[in-house]
T-cell receptor, first 113, second 114 residues
Framework: GENVEQHPSTLSVQEGDSAVIKCTYS??????FPWYKQELGKGPQLIID?????GEKKDQRIAVTLNKTAKHFSLHITETQPEDSAVYFC????????????FGKGTHLIIQP | NAGVTQTPKFRILKIGQSMTLQCTQD?????MYWYRQDPGMGLKLIYY???????DKGEVPNGYNVSRSTTEDFPLRLELAAPSQTSVYFC?????????????FGNGTRLTVT
């Protein structure tokens, strides 16, 4: 089955700086890679996703890049703000995907004022 | 629009007790999932269902049971609670009209077994 590795486990950046979180996956058949943000006491919320036939996708201050050859994808957050502080999870889905998503272990992003 | 609703939010169980975690969704999604989240371990799939009357095991099903009698509801049952089941449990649903469809999560149930 799919295995998703995520780094770093904790990331501290100054407000206004950029943050990058990286994930690798094992199953070359995986074709969908969402990113979720989890705030304290809440469930994961989808913030951006990318399909395997796309190399990059942007949504305002958030972007995701995908390198299929190397089997890794990254989340980029620019001009970080205090409300970006949260735990971020990457995930992958292979094949038909009925058995859901395989998640990385999460990155705790801390925005220092 | 409620989305995915989980009850209760918190629960403390004694070892050997049983309980049912409730999950309901109002998006008419066929696919529903139960994950558990342990510190630093991400989310692990317990059970999933692709429609009413159909359930299947995920990565960590031992100690749990599920049923899916309606499209909306997907309860998770713990029969003999053990300390290893202390965790935060998340229910999710999705359309999966294709493999690019996202999952929508509830806000979780925090369970402590002592």
């Amino acid at each position: 089955g799919e295995n998703v590795e995520q780094h770093p486990s904790t990331l501290s950046v100054q407000e206004g700086d950029s943050a990058v979180i990286k994930c690798t996956y094992s199953d070359s058949a995986s074709n969908y890679f969402p990113w979720y943000k989890q705030e304290l006491g809440k469930g994961p919320q989808l913030i951006i996703d990318i399909r395997s036939n796309v190399g990059e996708k942007k949504d305002q201050r958030i972007a995701v890049t995908l390198n299929k050859t190397a089997k890794h994808f990254s989340l980029h957050i620019t001009e970080t703000q205090p409300e970006d502080s949260a735990v971020y999870f990457c995930a992958g889905r292979s094949g038909g995907g009925a058995d859901g998503l395989t998640f990385g272990k999460g990155t705790h992003l801390i925005i220092q004022p | 629009n409620a989305g995915v609703t989980q009850t209760p939010k918190f629960r403390i169980l004694k070892i050997g007790q049983s309980m049912t975690l409730q999950c309901t969704q109002d998006m008419n999604h066929n696919y529903m999932y139960w994950y558990r989240q342990d510190p630093g371990m991400g989310l692990k799939l317990i059970y999933y269902s692709v429609g009413a009357g159909i359930t299947d095991k995920g990565e960590v099903p031992n100690g749990y049971n599920v049923s899916r009698s309606t499209t909306e509801d997907f309860p998770l049952r713990l029969e003999l609670a053990a300390p290893s089941q202390t965790s935060v449990y998340f229910c999710a649903s999705g359309e999966l009209r294709d493999s690019y469809s996202p999952l929508h999560f509830g806000n979780g149930t925090r369970l402590t077994v002592t």
